[in-house]
């Protein structure tokens, strides 16, 4: 079944690459290898938010489990292609628990995790001459050279050692109801006990008379009003709870018009590619040391988001998209779940809203197997990593990375 331009499929999707994943991903965090199934892009930021890490002192250790009476078959997949890929989104619910080195911070959450899982589709040979990069060694290289073997490592791979790849991943937190009906039966006790205490003291000091009765009458006043007030608090906390779930909910059939427009111009576009490489360009400027540096940003990182040291999309809105020629600006909004290192030394949770300014020539169609790892100049058709470079280091040829793939322009 197709519904705006995705087809969405309930099985098969790829259940066990998801696991590998899950487990790889565990292993890192934990201080382990980076995850093998992780495409270099990712790969990038995964290093980049670890070296940010260990430039504060923050080392992490984490543990995801699947959680009772999950079954990894029963997951649904949305997938979109290009001409080449398949991209299958892979949902699970897991079980995580994480600490960090000198912090107090910890936690222990019932979890989504996202992946985006590509592979080749069915049928599909890819060119020999696709820029991809050595998952051994990370050098820029193609493909027919890669299955040749790697010139630099020399490691030879077969095409099924090379897909599937994850070009991307989000965490969504659940509320755990266990907890919360604990929480919320000391809070009760206490608000009552607040309002109880004073209503029975203050009157058996002032009058002497009939005590036993105004401690009775003060019990049971004190309960009531410590009770209206445990329903205001709680109350107060539904409509924040449903103001945080709404987050960017009101601009998607806005969005989803805005997104079209461009599809007009490149029949292979996705709104879920564009949603995975705006968060992909967030979490690469906001990890790197000097994003202005990368040939993926042409800004810096605004002082407020210097010190997140972890970042989940929550939902994406595009506020204006302008088309000139063949190139096109967007302006988005991106809705996060993040966590921050502040200057007090703690980490803390905050849901984020940043405006971000993306853009790109549509003189090419979308490339879901483009990678910043391995790109190919136009001029001499050499490989080579543009993520830190501006130029092809064979031909000196200007490279522009917009010709390929979106870059980042504004972040506020």
Known sequence: MKILDMEFTGAPVPAEAYKQFVQQLSGWYGGGEMPQLASQD????LELQKQKMNSLGLGMQCAMKGSSGTDKNNAVGISYSDRVFNNCIVSGNLHMTRSFSNQVYKDTDEIGLTAVIQDLKGGVQPDKKMPLSCPNCGAASTLGELEDGCEYCGTKFLMSELYPKVSNFFITRHADYSQNSAKNKRQLMAFMACCIIPMVLIPSIIFRDQIIA???VGIMVGGIIGLVLFGFKKLFEAFSLIGKQARGGGGTISTL?????????????S????RDKAIALFRIAVY?????ELACCKCGCPDRAADIIEADIFNLNVNSCEIKGDVCEVETTLFLDCLHFNKKGKIVFKCDK?????????????ELGFSMQAVSCHSCG?????HNVKECPYCRTPYELEDDDWVMTALY
């Open 214 to 216: 105004r401690i009775i």
């Open 382 to 386: 050499a490989s080579f990593d543009a």
């Open 288 to 292: 790197s040391k000097n994003a202005a």
């Open 42 to 45: 990712l790969r990038f930021a």
């Open 257 to 269: 018009h805005r997104l079209n427009k461009i599809k007009k111009f490149d029949p292979e576009f």
């Open 354 to 366: 940043f405006r971000m300014r993306m853009r790109k020539r549509l003189k090419k169609p979308t």
């Open 271 to 274: 709104g879920e590619y564009f």
